[in-house]
């Protein structure tokens, strides 16, 4: 292929172009990885972006609102941040949170906001990594953030209380390993049922209705898998129940062959996966591939369609979970989330996104309270808040968590139904 | 036993997978003497497009991984394009450029497929059981396609004028240039090829795993290592190593179960202590 002077020069100058606008486009997603310095609230309004539906993103409103009104204090925006990961593998779970806590948020400053003020929202993106949220933790209190919603891991709010607990910065996680509450950090607040919940109902279950057993267990040693194992293992415990082979594998693994067949030798009934969604899924799919028909048992992450997805529809077929949020037709008050939940992301919300509205809700209720204050009224504002949420009913113990409730459910034809 | 075979049989399968993608680093590193560093991302974008012709446009799957290959070595064309210029002037602004253009491709998938990534089911999913070790049908898949793709490969190199002129390149630049072959058309179609095979890999791959944005740099990480474990700048090596390594990581996640990536990575360091040139050991193109 002869390339005249001519056309070398035009293809050039066209690659070039397409280099520039590919970063240009990028500059702006890339914004959004946190380890980036930018202006968080270009942040927020990029994310809500590619989010897809909304159009009126809450920051974008309400960062002209503090723009315009510098003088009064009352009137100027309350700055809450959004820490979870928005890419990787674990990015559902922080598109759900933010999806969920933005709609909160929005409803709220739809009526007015916090006693007139309104409320602004920034995501950043932790990436699933604790590293970065440890960063991300230091920008918002630099940042003059007030509260954060998130992250949706466990092993980044353990990774950031440190930080907020020394800034006096209360946060609600969406993470549910039982290290968070033992962590004594006064500012920490779990918007659902820690592992230990999940998986005494799970083995409660297990054990005397379906009478498993043999039950196998494959977790990972993330700070969520660890917390699942350890429930797990001690709610089987209680039951006088030892599980057939007990197999751990790591975060990011991907071939689970050596697992899997250690597990398929012992024939076993039904297998526990202590693990992320993605990572349940494809453990489910090659544990499904190597002819293992065991019933699959886990907590919230079985409960998800990107579980059922990853796993293939057929392969999820049966998968028993344990959740605090069954379905969106639970009662009125759940019919009325989805159907706003619909109407803002054109899509059915699951259990993340229930429970990230509650937890926004009992923010926004707090900060009611605290006129949108911050610090330790805040703090104490959050304990007090009494809350009928959609995952249950909250009331806030001393280490911060607010329910201790789940129900079972299981996958049929690929959706999470109750268990009858 | 059993489970000694079943890990192996599991191992080979990601093994093949490692394999492509060390061939496609291969390709471009014996030709230019560069390593590619987007070349993990290069897999992750054809993963992407296979996932999205065989999901969305419902295409077959072979149909969709052959798209997307074609598509893929496009891009490839378009990188060595752009950083031509850079190659008579300095080398070490070529590699840089590489891991900037790995940097930019996750963006642009993130940009265009979102962060969530997907799911892609097994084209075949019946297991075979041989002597009571399961056999995941889409593994001999990955396999067989894997071997069919490395004689492909040897065939071009060694059965064509093209392959000998790359050949060539590789062995002296300068004398290959003073013979009338085209560096630059060499270098141009070792990119395509390299990102073809790299496509190939995130074809075969995305049902094995899950595919994101950062599926890129997995895969880059465990096919650069297959790649050096082999011998760097030897294809057989590359298919070698991407077999050795995958089977390393299996035993690894078998019997150090949470230490496994740790284990691996610390074997393979050994084992390039010990012989720096890697299993196969090949002579070190030098260009910089």
């Not at chain 1, 997603?29 to 310095?37: D, F, N």
């Not at chain 1, 959004?82 to 929005?106: N, P």
């Not at chain 1, 609600?172 to 039982?178: A, L, V």
């Not at chain 1, 009325?336 to 509650?358: M, N, Q, R, S, V």
Request: hydrophobic residues 45%; neutral net charge; contains cysteine.
């Amino acid at each position: 292929m002869r390339v005249t002077t001519m056309s070398r020069r035009w293809l050039l100058a066209v690659s070039a172009c397409t280099v520039l606008v590919v970063v240009a486009g990028c500059s702006s997603s890339k914004k959004t990885s946190g380890t980036t310095s930018t202006p968080p609230a270009a942040v927020g309004s990029t994310s809500a972006a590619s989010g897809g539906a909304s159009t009126a993103s809450a920051s974008t409103a309400s960062a002209s609102t503090a723009g315009s009104s510098a003088a009064p204090a009352d009137t100027s925006a309350i700055k809450i941040a959004v820490i979870d990961a928005q890419s990787g593998q674990s990015s559902s779970l922080g598109k759900w949170e933010y999806d969920g806590v933005k709609l909160a948020v929005d409803q709220a400053n739809a009526a007015g906001g916090i006693n007139g003020r309104k409320v602004e929202l920034t995501v950043f993106d932790d990436q699933a990594d604790p590293t970065v949220s440890t960063n991300l933790a230091r920008k918002a209190v630099s940042g003059g953030f007030i509260a954060i919603l998130g992250p949706a891991e466990s092993a980044d709010a353990i990774a950031m209380s440190p930080i907020l607990q020394q800034a006096k910065i209360p946060y609600i996680t969406s993470g549910q390993s039982p290290a968070m509450p033992k962590l004594g950090d006064p500012y920490l607040f779990l918007n659902s049922p820690t592992s230990t919940t999940y998986d005494t109902t799970l083995a409660n279950y297990a054990v005397k209705t379906a009478n498993f057993t043999h039950i196998a267990m494959i977790t990972n040693n993330g700070a969520y898998g660890k917390g699942e194992h350890d429930a797990f293992t001690a709610a089987l415990k209680a039951l006088n129940v030892t599980p057939v082979t007990d197999q751990i594998v790591t975060p990011d693994q991907t071939d689970f062959s050596a697992a899997l067949t250690s597990i398929r030798q012992k024939n076993p009934d039904a297998l526990f996966i202590g693990a992320e969604e993605v990572e349940s899924g494809l453990i489910v799919k090659q544990a499904r591939g190597l002819g293992i028909k065991a019933t699959i048992i886990g907590a919230a992450p079985t409960s998800t369609p990107i579980f059922v997805q990853t796993a293939g529809t057929a392969n999820a077929e049966g998968a028993v979970s344990s959740t605090p949020y069954l379905t969106n037709d639970t009662n009125a008050q759940t019919k009325a989330f989805a159907a706003a939940y619909d109407a803002a992301y054109g899509t059915e919300p699951e259990l993340h996104g229930a429970k990230a509205y509650d937890g926004a809700e009992i923010m926004l209720q707090a900060l009611k309270t605290t006129n949108g204050a911050g610090g330790q009224a805040l703090d104490d504002a959050i304990r007090a808040v009494k809350y009928q949420g959609l995952v249950g009913n909250f009331a806030f113990d001393a280490t911060g968590v607010g329910v201790h409730e789940t129900q079972i459910g299981i996958i049929k034809n690929g959706v999470l139904t109750a268990a009858s | 036993m059993q489970l000694f075979f079943q890990t192996l049989v599991g191992g080979i399968g990601f093994g093949a997978v490692y394999a492509l993608v060390g061939m496609g680093f291969t390709i471009v590193y014996r030709t230019m003497g560069l390593v590619n560093f987007a070349h993990g991302q290069i897999a992750m974008i054809g993963a992407f497009l296979s996932a999205t012709f065989f999901l969305d446009t419902k295409l077959p799957f072979a149909v969709a991984a052959i798209m997307s290959m074609a598509a893929t070595a496009v891009v490839g064309l378009a990188i060595e394009g752009i950083l031509r210029p850079l190659e008579a002037r300095d080398f070490d602004l070529m590699l840089i450029g590489t891991l900037g253009f790995g940097v930019v491709l996750e963006a642009v998938a993130t940009r265009i497929w979102g962060a969530t990534g997907r799911a892609v089911p097994a084209p075949v999913d019946r297991p075979l059981q041989i002597f009571g070790i399961i056999i995941r049908t889409y593994d001999l898949v990955v396999i067989g396609v894997g071997a069919v793709a490395t004689v492909a490969v040897w065939v071009l190199l060694n059965r064509t004028k093209a392959g000998a002129a790359m050949q060539a390149v590789a062995m002296d630049r300068d004398a290959a240039t003073s013979v009338g072959i085209r560096v630059g058309r060499s270098n141009a179609m070792a990119f395509a090829l390299g990102a073809g095979l790299a496509a190939l890999a995130g074809s075969l791959a995305a049902p094995l795993l899950y595919v994101t944005p950062s599926l890129g740099s997995s895969l880059g990480i465990k096919g650069f290592c297959a790649a050096i474990l082999g011998g760097f700048g030897n294809i057989n090596g590359a298919v070698i190593g991407g077999l050795a390594f995958g089977i390393l990581d299996g035993f690894a996640a078998g019997h150090f179960q949470q230490y496994s990536d740790t284990v691996t990575f610390l074997v393979f360091a050994v084992a390039i202590m010990v012989r720096p040139t890697g299993i196969l050991g090949e002579l070190t193109v030098n260009r910089a």
